[in-house]
C-alpha cells in the first residue's frame, strides 16, 4: 500500500479513501473505507477512457454483469458508478498478495499440491463468471490474490469494457493492448471472437506460471509480434509441470478451443480430499503478516472528517478557488448528462442509481413508455397474423374473383411461406446491425405497402410479388419485435411480464386473427381485407414511431455471411420441401431432395452456431445446449399445435357448419387460456423456477388437451367435445411458449438479441410448416377414398382425427426434447442477498 498524494480525491462515492493499493491500464486502484467501516478496493478508470462515449456504456454493461457473479472463490463486486465522471467499481478487499508477487518476487514456483488447489479454485471461480454470462478475457497471475483460505480472481468481465476503444485491433487508439500478452489465448492473439473456452487457456498459462515460475511462451523482450506469433502457432513448454497435472494443463492450452476442457471438468479432476494447508507454511505466514498490517495500517497523511452528503437534486456554488485537479475525480454527474425520457428518481433495486440489468446487455435504464411500446408491439404480432388468416380464408373466393385455376394458389402460399420462414434468421441479422427499432419501422411500412399492392393486384404475377414482399417484411418486423421485447426490459419480473404478453400474443393470437379475418370476409371482399391490413399497418407505424424506443447500447455484432447463408438456404428448402410433400407427397424425388439437402443445411448451421458467442449459443449463463433444446422444442411443438389449430378450425367450418367469423369465435377461449398460462402463472413462476418444469409442464398439459380434442364427434357439442380440449391446450401453450422464449433470447448480450430472436422464431415457424404440411398429407390420403357426401365427412373427421394423434406424438417428443436437454437456470432470477 502507498499512501494518497495531492492528487488524489478523499472520497470515491460512499468510501473514504486510505490508500494507494496498485494502477494499472484501466487507472487506479484504491483502499477505501464506507461508513460502515466495511474496506473495499475502489478501481477509478482513468479520465481518458471515461471521455469515450463508446466506453462508459460497456463499462456500465460488464459492471451490471460482474455484480451477478457468484462463488467462493472471486471477489464480490460490492457497488459502482458508470456515470460518475470519472466510472469506478468497488469490489471486496483481498487481504492479499497477488500471485506474481508470491511466484515472481517472494516464494518461487508453488509444490504440487498448492498447484492442484489452485488449478480447483481457479476453475471454480471461472465457472461462477460464465454462469454470470461474462467472460473474464484477462485471466493472468496480477489479477489472481493470494489468501490463507485459497486464490480470488479479480477483474472479471471488465476488460470487455476495452473492446470499445479497439476497432478492429489487438491494441486500443491509446496503445493499450487488451489482454496480457504472456497469458493469451491463441484465438485472442488472432482477434477471433472468444468464449468461455479463451478462459480455459488463460487457465493452464497460470498454472504453468504457478508451477514453474516463467511465463508459457517465454519473455516477451523478442518483441510483441514475436511473442504473439509464438502463442498463436508454438507448441507450449510445460517442463517443470508436475506429472500429474501434466495431461490436464496440456488440455487447457489446446488451440483449438473445442477440444479444451470445461472448467467444470478442470474442478472435478483437480478436486481434494485432504484437509492439509493449500500453501507451504511460510507463504501462510507472510499472508498472516499482511493481513495483520492491514488491521493496524493507518494513512500518512490525515485525511479529512467526510464532508456532509449534498442534496442530489440542489445545485451548489463552484468555490472560487480550488486546488489543483485531481488525476482522478470524486463521484459526479456525468458529463455526458441523463439520457432524455429518464427522470432523476432511483427506484428501488438499484445501485448508485442505475438499474440492476436483467442480463449483460442492459446498459441503460428502462425507458419509461416501454409498455405503451410493447402495446404497439403487440398490435404488429397481431397484423402479421391477421394477414396470414385473412389470406388463408379469402383463397377461394380470391380464386374464383379472378378467374385463377385450381392450381394457381400454390405458389401464392408458396411465396409467403418461403419468405416469411426463410428469412426470420436473416431479419435478426439485420436487426442487430441496423437498429431493431428501424428494422420494425421497416417492417411496418413494407408490410402495408405489400398488404395494398395485393389489394390492388390485377393478376397472379403482381399477387405472387405482394405475397412474396409481405412475407419478407413480416420476417423483419417479427424478429425485430421480439428483439425489442427482450433488450427493452431490465428488471427480471418485467422482462418475463413482457415476453409473456408476446408469447401470448404469438402463441394464442391465430384464434382472434381467424375471428378478424372471418369477419372480414363475411363483411367485406378480399380486396377490402388487403386494405384494412394495410391500414392496420400505417396506423401500427404511427404509433411505433412515437412510442417504441430502442435501449441505446453498444454492438458487437458482425454479419456472419457464412453462417445466414447456410441456415437461410436450409430453411428455405424445408419450407419448400414441406410445403410441397403435403399437396405432391412426400416420396416425390424433388420433395425428398429438398428434405434432406435443407435438414443438412440447418443442421449443420445449428450445430456450428452451438458454441458460438455471436449467435445461437455462445458466453452466457445458458450453454449452446439450451438453445439447441429451445429451437428442437419449439419445432415438435409449433408443429403439434398447428396441426391441432387447423385440424379444430376445419372440423369446426367442414364438420360442425361454422361460419368463418363464428369458428374463429370459438376459438378465442383457447386464446384466452394461452394468455393465462403465459402472463400469470409463467411469467410469475420463473423468476424462482427452472424453465425446464414450466416447459415439461406446459407441453404436458398441452398433450393432455389435445388428447381430449381427439373425441371430436359430428353430433358433439362445442361445450362438451371442444372446449375443454381447446382451454388445456391454449392454457398449455401460454405455460410452455414464455419460458422457451425467454430462455432462448436469455443474456443475448449486445448486438446479439436479433440473432437469436429471429432463430428461434424459424424454429417455431419450421415446426407450423411441418405441422401444416402433416395435415394436408393426412386429409389428401382421406379425400382420395371418398365417394358420397356422407363418405366425406366421414374421411373429414378420421383426417382430423389422425392429426391431432400425430400432433400428440410431436408434443410427447417435445417434452423428451425438453427434459433431456434444457438444463439453464430462471434466466432472469436474481442472486440472493444481492
Known sequence: MNPLTSQDPARIGPYRLISRLGEGGMGLVYLGRSEAGRTVAVKVVQAEYAGNQEFRPRFAREVAAARRVGGSWTAEVLDADPEAAVPWVATRYIPGPDLTTVVAKDFGPLPEHSVRVLANRLALALEAVHSAGLIHRDLKPSNVLVTVDGPRVIDFGIARAMDSLAGDSLHTRTGMLIGSPGFMSPEQVRGLELTPASDVFCLGAVLVHAATGRLLFGAADTGLPAHLFRIAEDEPDLTGVPASLLDLVRACLEKDPAKRPTPKEVAARTAQDSTAEWLPGVVLAQLGRHAAQLLDYAPDLPVDAPPARPDPLVKTARPQTAPPPPAYAPTAPSPFGTPQGFGPPTPPGTWSGFPAAAHPGDPAPPHPRRWWGLAVIVLAQLLVLLDVTSFNLAAPVLQADMGMRADALSPLFMAYTLSFGGLLLLGGHIADRTGRRRTFLIGLAGCAVASALGGAAGGEDLLILARLLQGAFAALLTASSLALVTTGFTDPEERHRAIGIYAATAGGGSALGLFAGGWLMESATWRLSLYAVA??????????????????????????????????????????????????????????????????????????????????????????????????????????????????????LDVLGYAPARAGAALLPMAAAAVIGATQVSARLLIRAEPRVLIVGGLAVMTVGLVVLTRLEPGGGYATHVLPGLLLTGFGTGMSFMPLLATATAAAGPGLAGVRSGTVLAGRELGITLGSALLSSVLATELSHVASQSDTRASLLRAYTTSLWWAVGGMVLACLAAGLMITAKAPGARTPGR
Do not use: K
Open 535 to 652: 391500414a392496420l399497418a400505417v396506423t401500427a407505424l404511427i404509433g411505433a414511431a412515437a412510442l417504441v424506443h430502442e435501449r441505446p447500447e453498444p454492438t458487437d455484432a458482425r454479419l456472419d455471411s457464412g453462417g445466414v447463408l447456410v441456415g437461410t438456404g436450409g430453411l428455405v428448402a424445408l419450407g419448400y420441401g414441406l410445403t410441397q410433400a403435403g399437396s405432391d407427397g412426400w416420396t416425390v424425388p424433388l420433395v425428398l431432395a429438398a428434405l434432406t439437402g435443407g435438414a443438412l443445411l440447418l443442421g449443420a448451421f445449428l450445430l456450428w452456431h452451438a458454441g458460438r458467442a455471436d449467435s445461437f449459443a455462445g458466453a452466457s449463463r445458458t450453454p449452446g445446449q439450451d438453445r439447441l433444446g429451445c429451437f428442437l422444442v419449439i419445432a415438435l411443438a409449433g408443429s403439434g399445435t398447428m396441426g391441432s389449430f387447423v385440424a379444430v378450425n376445419h372440423f369446426l
